[in-house]
Every structure is written in structure tokens, then in C-alpha cells.
């Protein structure tokens, strides 16, 4: 192609609009662009795309409120749910009346800020933010109720959301959510609209185009800065000549927000110089930092400049202990993506995410594909992490074979940790304030790398040796910076002086070495130390620094760049004061990602009316007459199973399984299914819990209470006496519980003469029922199933503070084996009954057996006490442990000690796709089932709906929901399951140490008495590398005290066993 012919092919966009402007007008017209590509193989190649322009879509679009029903979007107001509809902003009067109608006050000046990708991607925190005035103690003089933002209004262009929407989806949903609910109109009680958000479809607008760039290269992004450039263009002159042809007194401050350097420069360079306009120009171009600095300096209360991301090491900071003139580069640069794209391509580098340890943020692994297989590459130091922070998608490089780790290197870089690298020191010390802090690794829960059963060792040579391969971080394909971290800052002035033989504390040393001051006089840097022992340190920029001493606060990772130690971060939020219960309780809610807020209107638009009863309906069958019956911990309100059993005129028995009809109220794809399969389940915490469900079905509707008609999903079997089943059916039905029983109620009619019962309806049930569940049982030990134990508390609570006042080993009954029995049975018929008709799409549940390197601890300290335990299969695993039991007959603590600790060194069972798994690994190993899933507890588990509505489909009552026809989806819900319910498990488990923590301290408000005085095992005292324990730890590790059960017991080292009583302190 001839220079003329290129030349006249990249016509400018000026002349295309020209030329349609000779056409007649219309508020619709087209914009074609044309561009030319150069390939590698030296082809050229045009590219035509055609934009619709239009000149109707006047100043923005916002959502406001509509009485008109059928409204695309809903939003609460005033606990009311309105419909929410686009209105476009159609001339400069209006535009001028819906900026000014904020309550922002800056004085006599209005303010509106166009933003860019960049803020909507980073500074969503800021954007975020809106403070009443009156929040720091300050009353308005005039009584109203000013908010502070950083403008009136806030104008967002498509072309940056439509970014945003690219690069980040977490980001985007966070502006979308924040446009709904920011135009939701007033804020309830008739005052102004707090802050305005405004959508412009700059992409589209006649007014907002721009000339065509002629550099290809940087064509896209260039473009793009150069239109939002223009829409700040655009509000500034109409602002500007709306106040000027009235000759109003009023300022009005337009402002473009960008953190390009490059953009802000040409912001100047591009307006045409005005001299009748305020510092010559329409709009003003700041960074966010400027903005917010600005703002800081009009309202010294603010501390907006807190939340501000950072992108740099503060050159402008004085550092009380480094030379600020040299700078330090502490990493190696990370590779282009354009080399890392190639790279991967070539095998020279492999994808995957990388993950901390879980007690140290020095070490980690990335799990890559090396064939059919998955290996986990360990990343060891500083050097090799690079930046990585835990859940990045990283670009990994191999070391060299010689490099790779073998088991006699590796016990001898475990014997060297903490002799010289600083890491292994900050490593030490960032188990300091985590729930598990001080537990020993080797039979800690398992990593991810453990629940995947992904291989830790390759071989490397035809011998067969097998080593663990080591690689290094090359790049970053994708940050995982979208989270908020828990913890608390640790500044200079709290380093009190030591003796000359004293280590000092980590925390003190990093904080020595990073704390400075700034130029501005107004921020200083602070380090910020995570609860979660898989983060580094981050350093924040704050204004108040003594405010944060001491407290509970939220922080996000901005950057990381190679010449900063530790990666940079914003304040988000505090908590509350360190150490108090209600603080330390948000703060594992945080850390563990539990969702806690309260349900959202639209699906509190699902539930049923106020008045609704539950009536037969056709396809159910009638059971009211059964004597069905519940037995539940007392106080339960969540019930979700009932049972029955009766004599049939052939002399069998007839049991039933009664499961709350869950899926009868959650419409499949409804609002309120798709949050719960979101929670994906319920969330028991010792003072407080959290439903997957709204209270209306998990308390009442869906609770299978006594005395009243529920619907449920029945599973009935006829058995012999002797617990052989004869028939099974599968019916949607309505019951009528006649008693809802404790367990210690249900124990009482199991211990009950046989004589007594012959005319008691419910004695006669539970005992039936306890007979056939110990021939169930009998029959699961006999085929493997492992008998293990629990370390489960309870805590007397006090009635208005719910501090405790005791803590109390949980007491089991034969009863509660009897509901579990029937449990399982059920799961197991249900899964073998969706499995024949959907082999490739039930929801099953499976537990693979544990690696042995998980168990290597407990073997090997358990022979110490003469007990030999054999893990090759569950079967010899259970036959090993009650050997231990009758060699440890004179002591039953100890035998249940060593069964606890073997649960803990298994994989936590997994919620699969049966299309993903061959079907020799759907094994559930603890259960020593061949199939199993999760069928009786759809009330707190979503797993159990989705199995609902499996089994619904598979008994033809229901067509099979369109979602759970698609493996890929299964699969994601799976995932999510997991994730959540582990998250639980955990979240309970640290709820349960915080309460005891809190009782032997003599609890917030002095209840629970402070020391006591118990019979106790020591079961392992861990240090720091070279130094005394930290300050802030237990000064022992004690758990499963003599009668009580303290926390979670994972180390089975007896170091001591008192002989005589001693106080247990402990520190707050």
C-alpha cells in the first residue's frame, strides 16, 4: 500500500463528522474507523469498526427512584423497596439543580470530579467514603447534617467503567453497587441526596469525540485518556457558561482525577487558554492524592488522605534510620508481559497462583501442570517470592535440578531456619496474633496442597529418586490485592528499652527500620502487621497514627515496588480496640470472608406473605399421621431432620428420615438462591449465628417444629428387625412432628424400662430407632468406618454481656449416635439414587485418603505412649485405634486425645461433580463409603439443596434446574462450598478459642473468675527462633484440659503431665 493510500485511509475522525454534518440532521449518526495492523509475518491488516454517535444523551444518565412498578433495578429506602429507573440529565439546568441538590457542603463552591480507570480500579475506598459531620463529636453550629465526600458529584464515563469492567470484576461490581445505592434518592427521612453519581456514555456522545491518533502502538489506551480528558472538557465549559449567562455568585470547580502523570499534563496543554475563566482553564486536573490533600486542608477532621492508595516508596519522606538519597532495590524486576507471554508459551515458565505457608509468609508453592499431573513447586525467601503476595497468579521459572529440594535437604534447611535470614525471624514473629498461633505445623490442618493431593515430588533420573522441585516468581500475571487484612500497626514509640542480652521483638525491629515522617508535615509511614500469618507487612501512609495505636483495623494492598521492603497499603476501616470480644469477633468474621451483612430487599422479596399457611397440595404425600419426631440440642430453632419409626403388619419396621422441604421456598435462579449459594452455608459462632437463609425459613417455615405441619422431603425404608433393608421410597410430603426431644430427652426414653413404654408413642419410636442404629453402626465399623472424636465445648453464657461464665466439655449421648446414624444412611441411599440417574452431574461429597507425611507426627509421638497406629487403609487405621484404646484403658482421655488428632491429620472431606472424578476416587475414607453426599441439612448447607433438587428430578416431581445440567457450573459451586464451609469450620473453631481466651482472663466485665485450676496436658511449648516467646502469645500451648476442652489440640507431644494442680494463665 502507497504513503497516499495510507494517508488517505487514516483520515482523522475531525473529517468523517464533517461529512455527516452535511447530511440532513439527526439526532442518530454514525463514526467509521478505520486502522491499520502490522502482524508478524509483515502483513498489513485494516481494522473497520463504526460507532453510533448521538447528540440526545444530554449531561448523564443516573438511577432515581420510580413509583412505576417494573423497574429494572430495586434498591431499600427508608426499609422500603422502590424501583429504580434511568434518568438522563438533558439540558445544563438540571445538571447545575442535581449537583447542587447534595448535601456536600464546601462553602460557597460546587464541586463535580470526572474520574478515570484508574481511580475507579484503585481508589474505590475513597469513592466510597462518606462521612456525616457529626461523626468525630463536631456539631454543626446551624443543627444540619452535612456530609463530606470528595465531591457533590461524581461523574463516571463508560469508557472507564467499561475498563474496569476488563480488567477487574471485583472492582466493577463494587461502582455499580455504588451507583445504585448513591442514587437511591433522599436518605430516608426527606434530607438531600448524600453524593450523586453520574454515568456518561462519553463512547457514544456527538460532543465528547476526539481526533484519531496515528500511533497504533498506544492507539487504545491514548484514545481512551484523551475522550475522558474531553468529558471533563465537556462539564467544565457547560458549568462555566451556565453560571457566567446567569451571573450567578456561585463557583463551580470541575476537576479530572487521574494518577497519569502524562494525563494531567496534557489536561493543561489541551484547554484553550480563557482569561475570563478561573486559572485560565475549564477543568482541573489532579491525582487523587492532590485532591483528597486539598480537601484535607478545608476539614482538618477528615483523614481521608489515609485511604489514598500508594503506588510509590514516598521519596518525599524522612527516614529516621536510612539515608533517603540512596534508594535500596530489595527485588528483581518483573518480566513484561509481553516476555512473559512468550515465556509461557515456550515452557520456560509455567502459570499458577501462588500460596503462603500457612504460619509464615516467607515460603510458599505454586501448583503447576506438568502433563496430566499437578506439582507443587516450592518458592522459598524473599528473593524467589518477588512480590508475590498469597492468591497472586503468578509466572513461575524452575531452578535448576540441583537446586530442588530432596528430604535430607530439606530436614537440614528446617534445622537452619532462623540461624540467618531476617525472613525466618519475621516469619517467627507473625504467628502472633492468628487464632492458631503456636500450634506445631506438623499436624496442623492441612494446606490446600494437602486437600488436592497434588504431588510435592517429581523424579529426576531413571533411579527414581524423587526430589521437590524449587522455582523462583518471574512475574505477576494477575494481583490479588481486592482484599481487606486484619490487624493492628506497631509504632517506635511503644519500643521500650531491653537489656543488652534481650532479643528484641520482630515487630519492633521492622517498625524501627520503616517508620518515618513525611515532608508534608501532616502524614507519616507506619507498619501494619496482618493477623493472617501468609501476609507480609504492609506500610501504611497515615494522618493519625496515634488514633490507629491499639486497635483493630482493615487495610488493602496498593503495590509493591521493588525498591519498598514491604509492599505499600491504605487504611480502610477500624474495628474497634484491640483484645474486646466484639472486636476480635468482626475481626474473624473478616479474616475468614464469612458474609455477615443482612439479607438485601430483593431477597426479602422471595419470602413467602405474612400470612401464609401450609396447606396439602397435590403430588405430597399426607404423613401427618406418622409419629414423627425431632432430636436436636436444646435450644435448636434451625431444625432440619425428623425421624419415625413404626412395626408394619409383616413384622417389619418402617423408618422414616424427614428433611425440611427447603427447595419449595428457594426457587432455583430466584434472588434468594442465588445469595445462599453464595453463603453456601450457616456460620455457628459461640455468641452469635449466622444463616445462610433468611430467620422466616430457618426458624419457622423450614423448621420441622413441634406440634405443627411442615413440608418436608421424606425418605422411607422397610428393614427387618435385624437392620437389613428391604425397600426404600423417595416422597415430597407433609408431617406433623408430635415432640421436638433434646438429646438428653431422647436418652432418657432409650434408657426407659421396656415395661414403661408400651403405651408411650415416643418411647416406643426411640427405642426402635436405637436399635437399628447400633446394627447400623456395628455394620459401618465392620466395613471400616472410623470411630474418632471431637474436641467440642460449650460455654455457659451470661444473659446481657453473653461474656462466658463457663466452659464445659461436651457431653454425648447415645442418642446423638442414633441421629447420626440415620443421617448417614440416609445421605448414602440418597447419593446412590441420583447417581443412577445423573452419573455425571450429582453433587456427591468425598474424602480421600491421607497422605502419610500427614500423620508422620502423631505416629511417631504416639509410639512414645506404646501405641502403634497403621494408616494404610481405614480399616487398619480403626482397628489401630482401638488397640490404643485398650492399651490405654486406665487413661480414656488419652485414647479420645489420639482419636481427635487423627481427624486432624486427615484431608478435610470435598464437595465434587461426579462428571469430574473417576468413580474410584468418590471414596469417602472416613465413612468407608463408597458414595456418600450431604442430603439432611439443606436448612445451613446449600450442597443439600442443590442434592434436593437432584433427587426431586430423579423421582420425576421436578425438572432438573437448567444451572445444574452444566459441569462447569457444578464444579464452581463445588469450589465455593468448599470455601465456604471450611471458612466456617474455622471461623467456629476461632470463636471458640477467643471465648476461652476470655474466660480464664476473668472475661471483658469480670465474669469467668480469671485462673483456675485444672488437671492438664502440655502438649507443646513453641518459641520464636533463638528467642523466649513473643509477648503477645501464650506463654504455653495447653489444650483438652481435665474435664474441660480448651481449643483446637494438634500437637500429640506429651511434654509434661502434672501430677499435681497448677494454674493456667494465660494472656489477654
Given at each position: 500500500?502507497?504513503?497516499?493510500?495510507?494517508?488517505?485511509?487514516?483520515?482523522?475522525?475531525?473529517?468523517?463528522?464533517?461529512?455527516?454534518?452535511?447530511?440532513?440532521?439527526?439526532?442518530?449518526?454514525?463514526?467509521?474507523?478505520?486502522?491499520?495492523?502490522?502482524?508478524?509475518?509483515?502483513?498489513?491488516?485494516?481494522?473497520?469498526?463504526?460507532?453510533?454517535?448521538?447528540?440526545?444523551?444530554?449531561?448523564?444518565?443516573?438511577?432515581?427512584?420510580?413509583?412505576?412498578?417494573?423497574?429494572?433495578?430495586?434498591?431499600?429506602?427508608?426499609?422500603?423497596?422502590?424501583?429504580?429507573?434511568?434518568?438522563?440529565?438533558?439540558?445544563?439546568?438540571?445538571?447545575?439543580?442535581?449537583?447542587?441538590?447534595?448535601?456536600?457542603?464546601?462553602?460557597?463552591?460546587?464541586?463535580?470530579?470526572?474520574?478515570?480507570?484508574?481511580?475507579?480500579?484503585?481508589?474505590?475506598?475513597?469513592?466510597?467514603?462518606?462521612?456525616?459531620?457529626?461523626?468525630?463529636?463536631?456539631?454543626?453550629?446551624?443543627?444540619?447534617?452535612?456530609?463530606?465526600?470528595?465531591?457533590?458529584?461524581?461523574?463516571?464515563?463508560?469508557?472507564?467503567?467499561?475498563?474496569?469492567?476488563?480488567?477487574?470484576?471485583?472492582?466493577?461490581?463494587?461502582?455499580?453497587?455504588?451507583?445504585?445505592?448513591?442514587?437511591?434518592?433522599?436518605?430516608?427521612?426527606?434530607?438531600?441526596?448524600k453524593i450523586c453519581f453520574i454515568v456518561f456514555a462519553d463512547v457514544h456522545h456527538s460532543d465528547t469525540q476526539i481526533k484519531a491518533l496515528d500511533n497504533n502502538d498506544a492507539i487504545i489506551n491514548d484514545e481512551n485518556d484523551a475522550r475522558l480528558r474531553k468529558v471533563a472538557w465537556f462539564y467544565g465549559n457547560a458549568l462555566y457558561?451556565?453560571?457566567?449567562?446567569?451571573?450567578?455568585?456561585?463557583?463551580?470547580?470541575?476537576?479530572?482525577?487521574?494518577?497519569?502523570?502524562?494525563?494531567?499534563?496534557?489536561?493543561?496543554?489541551?484547554?484553550?487558554?480563557?482569561?475570563?475563566?478561573?486559572?485560565?482553564?475549564?477543568?482541573?486536573?489532579?491525582?487523587?492524592?492532590?485532591?483528597?490533600?486539598?480537601?484535607?486542608?478545608?476539614?482538618?477532621?477528615?483523614?481521608?488522605?489515609?485511604?489514598?492508595?500508594?503506588?510509590?516508596?514516598?521519596?518525599?519522606?524522612?527516614?529516621?534510620?536510612?539515608?533517603?538519597?540512596?534508594?535500596?532495590?530489595?527485588?528483581?524486576?518483573?518480566?513484561?508481559?509481553?516476555?512473559?507471554?512468550?515465556?509461557?508459551?515456550?515452557?520456560?515458565?509455567?502459570?499458577?497462583?501462588?500460596?503462603?505457608?500457612?504460619?509464615?509468609?516467607?515460603?510458599?508453592?505454586?501448583?503447576?501442570?506438568?502433563?496430566?499431573?499437578?506439582?507443587?513447586?516450592?518458592?522459598?525467601?524473599?528473593?524467589?517470592?518477588?512480590?508475590?503476595?498469597?492468591?497472586?497468579?503468578?509466572?513461575?521459572?524452575?531452578?535448576?535440578?540441583?537446586?530442588?529440594?530432596?528430604?535430607?535437604?530439606?530436614?537440614?534447611?528446617?534445622?537452619?531456619?532462623?540461624?540467618?535470614?531476617?525472613?525466618?525471624?519475621?516469619?517467627?514473629?507473625?504467628?502472633?496474633?492468628?487464632?492458631?498461633?503456636?500450634?506445631?505445623?506438623?499436624?496442623?490442618?492441612?494446606?490446600?496442597?494437602?486437600?488436592?493431593?497434588?504431588?510435592?515430588?517429581?523424579?529426576?533420573?531413571?533411579?527414581?529418586?524423587?526430589?521437590?522441585?524449587?522455582?523462583?516468581?518471574?512475574?505477576?500475571?494477575?494481583?490479588?490485592?481486592?482484599?481487606?487484612?486484619?490487624?493492628?500497626?506497631?509504632?517506635?514509640?511503644?519500643?521500650?528499652?531491653?537489656?543488652?542480652?534481650?532479643?528484641?521483638?520482630?515487630?519492633?525491629?521492622?517498625?524501627?527500620?520503616?517508620?518515618?515522617?513525611?515532608?508534608?508535615?501532616?502524614?507519616?509511614?507506619?507498619?501494619?502487621?496482618?493477623?493472617?500469618?501468609?501476609?507480609?507487612?504492609?506500610?501504611?501512609?497515615?494522618?493519625?497514627?496515634?488514633?490507629?495505636?491499639?486497635?483493630?483495623?482493615?487495610?488493602?494492598?496498593?503495590?509493591?515496588?521493588?525498591?519498598?521492603?514491604?509492599?505499600?497499603?491504605?487504611?480502610?476501616?477500624?474495628?474497634?480496640?484491640?483484645?474486646?470480644?466484639?472486636?476480635?469477633?468482626?475481626?474473624?468474621?473478616?479474616?475468614?470472608?464469612?458474609?455477615?451483612?443482612?439479607?438485601?430487599?430483593?431477597?426479602?422479596?422471595?419470602?413467602?406473605?405474612?400470612?401464609?399457611?401450609?396447606?396439602?397440595?397435590?403430588?405430597?404425600?399426607?404423613?401427618?399421621?406418622?409419629?414423627?419426631?425431632?432430636?436436636?440440642?436444646?435450644?435448636?430453632?434451625?431444625?432440619?431432620?425428623?425421624?419415625?419409626?413404626?412395626?408394619?403388619?409383616?413384622?417389619?419396621?418402617?423408618?422414616?428420615?424427614?428433611?425440611?422441604?427447603?427447595?419449595?421456598?428457594?426457587?432455583?435462579?430466584?434472588?434468594?438462591?442465588?445469595?445462599?449459594?453464595?453463603?453456601?452455608?450457616?456460620?455457628?459462632?459461640?455468641?452469635?449465628?449466622?444463616?445462610?437463609?433468611?430467620?422466616?425459613?430457618?426458624?419457622?417455615?423450614?423448621?420441622?417444629?413441634?406440634?405443627?405441619?411442615?413440608?418436608?422431603?421424606?425418605?422411607?425404608?422397610?428393614?427387618?428387625?435385624?437392620?437389613?433393608?428391604?425397600?426404600?421410597?423417595?416422597?415430597?410430603?407433609?408431617?406433623?412432628?408430635?415432640?421436638?426431644?433434646?438429646?438428653?430427652?431422647?436418652?432418657?426414653?432409650?434408657?426407659?424400662?421396656?415395661?414403661?413404654?408400651?403405651?408411650?408413642?415416643?418411647?416406643?419410636?426411640?427405642?426402635?430407632?436405637?436399635?437399628?442404629?447400633?446394627?447400623?453402626?456395628?455394620?459401618?465399623?465392620?466395613?471400616?468406618?472410623?470411630?474418632?472424636?471431637?474436641?467440642?465445648?460449650?460455654?455457659?453464657?451470661?444473659?446481657?454481656?453473653?461474656?462466658?461464665?463457663?466452659?464445659?466439655?461436651?457431653?454425648?449421648?447415645?442418642?446423638?449416635?442414633?441421629?447420626?446414624?440415620?443421617?448417614?444412611?440416609?445421605?448414602?441411599?440418597?447419593?446412590?439414587?441420583?447417581?443412577?440417574?445423573?452419573?455425571?452431574?450429582?453433587?456427591?461429597?468425598?474424602?480421600?485418603?491421607?497422605?502419610?507425611?500427614?500423620?508422620?507426627?502423631?505416629?511417631?509421638?504416639?509410639?512414645?505412649?506404646?501405641?502403634?497406629?497403621?494408616?494404610?487403609?481405614?480399616?487398619?487405621?480403626?482397628?489401630?485405634?482401638?488397640?490404643?484404646?485398650?492399651?490405654?484403658?486406665?487413661?480414656?482421655?488419652?485414647?479420645?486425645?489420639?482419636?481427635?488428632?487423627?481427624?486432624?491429620?486427615?484431608?478435610?472431606?470435598?464437595?465434587?461433580?461426579?462428571?469430574?472424578?473417576?468413580?474410584?476416587?468418590?471414596?469417602?475414607?472416613?465413612?468407608?463409603?463408597?458414595?456418600?453426599?450431604?442430603?439432611?441439612?439443606?436448612?445451613?448447607?446449600?450442597?443439600?439443596?442443590?442434592?434436593?433438587?437432584?433427587?426431586?428430578?430423579?423421582?420425576?416431581?421436578?425438572?432438573?434446574?437448567?444451572?445444574?445440567?452444566?459441569?462447569?457450573?457444578?464444579?464452581?459451586?463445588?469450589?465455593?462450598?468448599?470455601?465456604?464451609?471450611?471458612?466456617?469450620?474455622?471461623?467456629?473453631?476461632?470463636?471458640?478459642?477467643?471465648?476461652?481466651?476470655?474466660?480464664?482472663?476473668?472475661?471483658?466485665?469480670?465474669?469467668?473468675?480469671?485462673?483456675?485450676e485444672e488437671d492438664a496436658y502440655v502438649l507443646d511449648v513453641e518459641t520464636s527462633p533463638n528467642s523466649e516467646p513473643s509477648r503477645d502469645r501464650k506463654e504455653l500451648i495447653v489444650d483438652l484440659l481435665e474435664p474441660r476442652a480448651l481449643a483446637d489440640p494438634t500437637v500429640l507431644e506429651e511434654k509434661e503431665r502434672t501430677t499435681?494442680?497448677?494454674?493456667?494463665?494465660?494472656?489477654?
Amino acid at each position: 500500500m502507497s504513503d497516499q493510500e495510507n494517508d488517505a485511509a487514516m483520515m482523522d475522525e475531525d473529517q468523517i463528522i464533517m461529512d455527516d454534518e452535511n447530511q440532513p440532521s439527526s439526532s442518530l449518526h454514525t463514526l467509521p474507523t478505520r486502522r491499520f495492523y502490522l502482524t508478524r509475518r509483515g502483513k498489513i491488516l485494516q481494522s473497520t469498526t463504526e460507532r453510533y454517535l448521538r447528540d440526545d444523551l444530554g449531561y448523564g444518565t443516573m438511577l432515581v427512584p420510580s413509583t412505576v412498578t417494573g423497574g429494572k433495578s430495586t434498591e431499600t429506602i427508608a426499609g422500603k423497596i422502590v424501583n429504580l429507573v434511568p434518568w438522563t440529565i438533558e439540558s445544563v439546568s438540571s445538571l447545575w439543580n442535581v449537583v447542587t441538590s447534595t448535601a456536600s457542603s464546601y462553602g460557597n463552591k460546587v464541586r463535580l470530579a470526572v474520574i478515570d480507570t484508574n481511580v475507579l480500579l484503585h481508589h474505590m475506598d475513597v469513592l466510597e467514603y462518606l462521612r456525616a459531620s457529626d461523626d468525630d463529636g463536631n456539631n454543626d453550629k446551624d443543627g444540619e447534617n452535612k456530609h463530606i465526600a470528595i465531591a457533590n458529584a461524581i461523574v463516571i464515563p463508560q469508557t472507564a467503567l467499561e475498563e474496569c469492567r476488563h480488567r477487574s470484576l471485583v472492582m466493577y461490581r463494587r461502582a455499580t453497587d455504588l451507583i445504585r445505592s448513591s442514587s437511591s434518592g433522599e436518605d430516608g427521612s426527606g434530607g438531600k441526596r448524600k453524593i450523586c453519581f453520574i454515568v456518561f456514555a462519553d463512547v457514544h456522545h456527538s460532543d465528547t469525540q476526539i481526533k484519531a491518533l496515528d500511533n497504533n502502538d498506544a492507539i487504545i489506551n491514548d484514545e481512551n485518556d484523551a475522550r475522558l480528558r474531553k468529558v471533563a472538557w465537556f462539564y467544565g465549559n457547560a458549568l462555566y457558561n451556565h453560571l457566567h449567562d446567569r451571573s450567578m455568585d456561585q463557583d463551580a470547580e470541575v476537576v479530572f482525577l487521574s494518577d497519569d502523570v502524562q494525563s494531567r499534563k496534557l489536561a493543561l496543554l489541551e484547554q484553550p487558554s480563557d482569561d475570563n475563566v478561573a486559572d485560565g482553564v475549564y477543568y482541573k486536573a489532579r491525582s487523587m492524592r492532590q485532591h483528597v490533600a486539598l480537601l484535607q486542608k478545608e476539614d482538618p477532621t477528615l483523614h481521608l488522605l489515609d485511604m489514598v492508595a500508594q503506588f510509590n516508596s514516598a521519596p518525599d519522606s524522612t527516614n529516621r534510620s536510612v539515608d533517603n538519597a540512596s534508594k535500596e532495590i530489595y527485588y528483581s524486576p518483573h518480566i513484561d508481559s509481553s516476555d512473559l507471554s512468550y515465556g509461557l508459551k515456550s515452557n520456560r515458565y509455567y502459570q499458577g497462583t501462588y500460596r503462603s505457608n500457612r504460619d509464615s509468609h516467607t515460603e510458599g508453592y505454586v501448583t503447576i501442570r506438568r502433563g496430566e499431573d499437578r506439582v507443587a513447586v516450592v518458592v522459598k525467601g524473599s528473593d524467589d517470592i518477588n512480590r508475590a503476595v498469597d492468591g497472586d497468579v503468578v509466572a513461575i521459572e524452575l531452578h535448576s535440578i540441583d537446586r530442588w529440594l530432596g528430604s535430607a535437604e530439606e530436614e537440614q534447611s528446617d534445622k537452619q531456619k532462623g540461624a540467618g535470614k531476617k525472613e525466618s525471624d519475621q516469619a517467627g514473629e507473625s504467628a502472633k496474633e492468628s487464632p492458631e498461633a503456636g500450634i506445631a505445623a506438623d499436624t496442623a490442618e492441612p494446606t490446600l496442597k494437602d486437600i488436592d493431593n497434588i504431588a510435592e515430588e517429581v523424579a529426576v533420573d531413571e533411579e527414581g529418586q524423587l526430589r521437590r522441585p524449587t522455582g523462583k516468581v518471574a512475574g505477576i500475571i494477575r494481583r490479588n490485592f481486592h482484599k481487606n487484612y486484619c490487624g493492628s500497626i506497631c509504632t517506635i514509640e511503644k519500643v521500650e528499652k531491653k537489656e543488652d542480652n534481650d532479643t528484641p521483638h520482630p515487630h519492633d525491629v521492622i517498625a524501627e527500620k520503616h517508620e518515618r515522617e513525611h515532608a508534608d508535615g501532616v502524614t507519616s509511614t507506619v507498619v501494619f502487621f496482618p493477623i493472617d500469618n501468609r501476609i507480609p507487612p504492609i506500610l501504611l501512609r497515615t494522618t493519625q497514627r496515634d488514633r490507629l495505636v491499639g486497635m483493630r483495623i482493615l487495610v488493602s494492598i496498593d503495590s509493591w515496588p521493588a525498591d519498598s521492603e514491604y509492599p505499600l497499603g491504605h487504611y480502610v476501616k477500624t474495628l474497634g480496640v484491640t483484645g474486646t470480644k466484639d472486636t476480635e469477633t468482626q475481626v474473624l468474621l473478616q479474616e475468614f470472608r464469612i458474609p455477615c451483612e443482612p439479607f438485601p430487599a430483593k431477597v426479602l422479596a422471595c419470602l413467602p406473605p405474612a400470612d401464609y399457611k401450609i396447606e396439602l397440595e397435590p403430588g405430597r404425600l399426607d404423613m401427618r399421621h406418622l409419629p414423627v419426631l425431632s432430636i436436636d440440642p436444646p435450644g435448636c430453632k434451625d431444625i432440619d431432620d425428623a425421624l419415625h419409626c413404626i412395626e408394619l403388619p409383616n413384622g417389619n419396621w418402617q423408618c422414616g428420615v424427614h428433611i425440611a422441604d427447603v427447595t419449595h421456598y428457594v426457587e432455583a435462579g430466584s434472588a434468594i438462591d442465588l445469595e445462599a449459594a453464595n453463603r453456601s452455608t450457616s456460620t455457628y459462632l459461640v455468641n452469635k449465628r449466622l444463616d445462610m437463609l433468611p430467620s422466616l425459613l430457618t426458624t419457622d417455615l423450614c423448621s420441622l417444629k413441634g406440634n405443627v405441619d411442615r413440608f418436608a422431603f421424606s425418605v422411607l425404608w422397610e428393614v427387618t428387625p435385624e437392620a437389613e433393608v428391604v425397600d426404600v421410597e423417595f416422597h415430597k410430603s407433609i408431617i406433623h412432628s408430635i415432640a421436638a426431644l433434646t438429646y438428653q430427652q431422647a436418652q432418657s426414653l432409650i434408657d426407659k424400662p421396656d415395661k414403661d413404654c408400651r403405651d408411650d408413642i415416643q418411647a416406643g419410636a426411640v427405642k426402635r430407632l436405637a436399635v437399628l442404629a447400633r446394627k447400623f453402626r456395628e455394620r459401618r465399623i465392620r466395613a471400616g468406618a472410623l470411630t474418632l472424636a471431637s474436641p467440642e465445648v460449650k460455654f455457659v453464657l451470661d444473659s446481657e454481656s453473653l461474656n462466658p461464665t463457663d466452659v464445659q466439655a461436651y457431653t454425648l449421648y447415645e442418642a446423638n449416635a442414633l441421629v447420626e446414624e440415620f443421617m448417614l444412611l440416609a445421605n448414602v441411599t440418597v447419593s446412590k439414587k441420583i447417581l443412577r440417574h445423573y452419573p455425571t452431574l450429582s453433587v456427591l461429597r468425598r474424602h480421600p485418603a491421607p497422605n502419610r507425611s500427614m500423620f508422620d507426627g502423631l505416629i511417631q509421638k504416639a509410639r512414645t505412649k506404646g501405641v502403634s497406629i497403621c494408616i494404610d487403609d481405614s480399616k487398619k487405621l480403626a482397628d489401630s485405634l482401638d488397640e490404643a484404646g485398650k492399651k490405654l484403658s486406665d487413661n480414656p482421655y488419652l485414647d479420645k486425645l489420639i482419636r481427635i488428632l487423627s481427624t486432624r491429620c486427615m484431608s478435610p472431606a470435598q464437595y465434587f461433580c461426579s462428571g469430574e472424578y473417576q468413580a474410584k476416587d468418590w471414596h469417602h475414607y472416613g465413612l468407608a463409603a463408597p458414595v456418600y453426599t450431604h442430603f439432611t441439612s439443606p436448612i445451613r448447607r446449600y450442597a443439600d439443596v442443590c442434592v434436593h433438587r437432584l433427587l426431586a428430578a430423579a423421582i420425576g416431581v421436578a425438572p432438573l434446574p437448567v444451572f445444574l445440567s452444566s459441569k462447569s457450573h457444578l464444579h464452581d459451586l463445588a469450589a465455593n462450598m468448599n470455601r465456604r464451609h471450611r471458612a466456617a469450620q474455622l471461623a467456629g473453631r476461632a470463636s471458640v478459642q477467643l471465648h476461652t481466651l476470655i474466660f480464664f482472663a476473668g472475661g471483658e466485665e469480670g465474669e469467668g473468675g480469671g485462673a483456675k485450676e485444672e488437671d492438664a496436658y502440655v502438649l507443646d511449648v513453641e518459641t520464636s527462633p533463638n528467642s523466649e516467646p513473643s509477648r503477645d502469645r501464650k506463654e504455653l500451648i495447653v489444650d483438652l484440659l481435665e474435664p474441660r476442652a480448651l481449643a483446637d489440640p494438634t500437637v500429640l507431644e506429651e511434654k509434661e503431665r502434672t501430677t499435681k494442680k497448677k494454674k493456667l494463665k494465660t494472656k489477654k
